[in-house]
């Protein structure tokens, strides 16, 4: 074969690697990025074509039949992708990535929803005129019949590059969709089974009971706890948080019947913006930048309430098959463990069942277990997951999915409190509400909810209801817990603050276990400045290091992965909208710098933060 039939056979569907690249330039945010990260997406821009190159080796090896039936499939999965890919920009402003691949894989049908929802005669434009360019340039380039040069070699680096790309997490949403594309293959097969494993064998370090809790089991009188999980809740869409619309009416009308057992957080913060980070962070209190093995070592909160003789359960409304939740949180510690996979419930949203199920499961399992002692029971709501869903019978706005969902979780938290009096068990059951994190539903700034740690993300609803009986128990504690109320908190509060709602940490193991959490109680004073982390990034989330944020009081940190470090004063800006660092560091006040100085050196002694962190 002479040199020229060589190069013309080299690199034969070089512009469809160019048509990805182009996508991945133009839904990019910015393209101000860090020489490391150019230089992995440049590799991925390489691998892409010994991808395609690859794939077009093996086609030409084909009995024409088969080979042309091999080149429709690629085209027509490749399309689907570019769909997905552009659907989640114009949803969720995120750019091609391989967060788009593995939520799209994992979560078909929450997917489908999307494309659904927002396709139109465009989107079937575009999708014909990829399998077009696809088919019809790939099949071009076979009809001369030849073999391509060097065949094996090239299969042989598209194998090794799909390994490669899938084994390395770390920059791998810095990628064009074809790289993306074949990470997937292999990180799905590889994180989950890897890491599932991982997780269950850190799992089964867990400490005993007795190392847990060593004072003697509670009586009949100790007070009961249920803790509500709202999931995706926005803040914004709660009338009880301002909202216009009256989306939260039982909730609104309950405050106004019991204000003095009511205390709702005003200056919550979520410290994770995944679901799949942010419960750990919660059931835990310990911040997300924490060592895996200690996220997976440390007690749960019905670890504690188990050792300490309580009924405990876990009745949550989605899949806990989804990212290996199951793995993590469920043990011989729950005496009742209730999801989509235990349940014959169908799906409605976004992988999870009708709320009405649940909420049916949780009264079941209260009475239950109210025949036979004191009980903590945690819920998790999935009716609010985006984009919201609320059987026909319950839609009270038209064209309003989420608000519907919002108003449809408030009438099943209605239902709970009513058979709480009904039951009798009002008066010694104490409630925590949090959200696992916020909702940008007003596209504030046009990023997708994994990718931010603005407040419209991370901002969340916390609120407790304690009944007279424990309000005069706790005294001059709950009287701190009101107090509280104006301080900026986080999700990692929750556990420390059951323990003493629950008077666990009276228990001097419990104690110690206490103090070593990033999270402190709200029954006790708090430093008004403290140091919050937020961030995405842990074992559960490796491929997604774009970024993180430390908030003390109003000063909100922000360092991103493709602009670096942004300051923002809340008090003042609270879209934040005005970077205070736009000006440099010497045009900061002298809070301004202290923050900043603080924010340095936690991040110098925190690992994970010094792993992510970017300056430009």
Not at 91 to 107: K, M, Q, R
Not at 474 to 494: E, I, K, M, P, W
Not at 553 to 559: A, E, F, G, L, Q
Request: glycine fraction near 6%.
């Amino acid at each position: 074969m002479d040199d020229s039939a060589v190069r013309k056979q080299m690199l034969p569907l070089l512009p469809i690697t160019l048509l990805g690249v182009a996508v991945d330039l133009w839904l990019r945010p910015t393209l101000d990025l860090r020489l490391t990260q150019w230089a992995w997406w440049g590799l991925s821009v390489a691998f892409s074509l010994v991808l395609w190159q690859g794939l077009f080796v093996i086609s030409s090896r084909l009995r024409p039949r088969w080979q042309a039936a091999f080149v429709l499939v690629v085209g027509l999965v490749a399309s689907v992708l570019a769909l997905v890919w552009l659907g989640f920009h114009e949803i969720f402003y995120c750019w091609p990535t391989a967060y788009a691949l593995v939520h799209s894989a994992g979560n078909p049908r929450e997917v489908w929803g999307y494309i659904h929802n927002e396709a139109d005669w465009g989107d079937a434009v575009v999708w014909v005129a990829i399998v077009a360019v696809i088919v019809g340039w790939w099949r071009y380039k076979l009809r001369s019949g030849r073999q391509p040069a060097h065949g094996r070699i090239l299969v042989a680096l598209c194998l090794a590059g799909a390994v490669a790309f899938g084994a390395v997490h770390r920059h791998a949403s810095i990628m064009v969709p074809d790289a993306a594309a074949a990470k997937l293959a292999v990180d799905l097969a590889v994180h989950s089974i890897v890491g599932g494993v991982h997780g269950r064998l850190l799992q089964a370090s867990r400490p005993a009971a007795a190392a847990i809790y060593s004072g003697a089991p509670v009586d009949a009188s100790a007070p009961n706890l249920i803790v509500v999980i709202g999931e995706s809740v926005a803040l914004s869409r709660m009338d009880l948080y301002g909202y216009e619309r009256q989306t939260t009416p039982r909730l609104t009308a309950l405050r106004k019947a019991r204000p003095s057992d009511w205390v709702q957080m005003e200056k919550a913060v979520s410290n994770a913006t995944a679901t799949k980070v942010a419960l750990p962070a919660m059931l835990t209190g310990l911040f997300p930048s924490r060592p895996p093995v200690e996220q997976h070592t440390f007690p749960l909160l019905w670890h504690y309430a188990h050792a300490a003789g309580y009924q405990t359960a876990l009745i949550s409304a989605q899949s806990y098959a989804w990212n290996n939740l199951e793995g993590f949180f469920v043990d011989d510690a729950l005496d009742l463990v209730f999801t989509l996979e235990r349940s014959d419930a169908e799906i409605v949203n976004s992988e999870g069942m009708d709320d009405r199920r649940m909420m049916g499961e949780t009264l079941a399992t209260i009475d239950r277990f109210a025949a036979r002692g004191p009980f903590v029971v945690a819920l998790q709501f999935n009716c609010t997951h985006y984009p919201g869903y609320s059987p026909p019978d319950w839609q009270p706005w038209p064209d309003a999915s989420y608000d519907n969902a919002v108003a449809y979780m408030d009438h099943l938290l209605g239902r709970l409190f009513d058979h709480l009096a009904a039951q009798g068990l009002a008066e010694n059951t104490i409630v925590l509400f949090a959200a696992d994190h916020g909702e940008d539903l007003d596209a504030v700034h046009k990023l997708h909810r994994t990718d931010s740690y603005y407040q419209t993300a991370i901002a969340v609803p916390f609120f407790a209801v304690v009944p007279e009986r424990h309000r005069q128990r706790l005294g001059t504690s709950f009287d701190q817990l009101r107090q509280n109320a104006q301080v900026r908190v986080a999700l990692t509060d929750l556990v420390p603050t059951a323990l003493d709602l629950l008077g666990l940490s009276a228990d001097s193991t419990v104690a110690a276990w206490q103090e070593r959490l990033d999270g402190r109680s709200l029954l006790r004073p708090l430093e008004p400045d403290r140091l919050i982390v937020v961030v995405n990034t842990d074992e559960h989330v490796q491929w997604s290091r774009k970024g993180y944020a430390v908030v003390a009081n109003d000063w909100k940190y922000i360092n991103y992965s493709w602009r670096g470090s942004m300051l923002f004063d809340l008090a003042t800006d609270a879209l934040e909208q005005r970077d205070l660092l736009a000006g440099g560091e010497s045009a900061l006040s002298r809070a301004g710098q202290r923050h900043l100085r603080r924010v340095q050196a936690l991040v110098a002694e925190t690992p994970v933060l010094a792993d992510i962190h970017v300056e430009y």
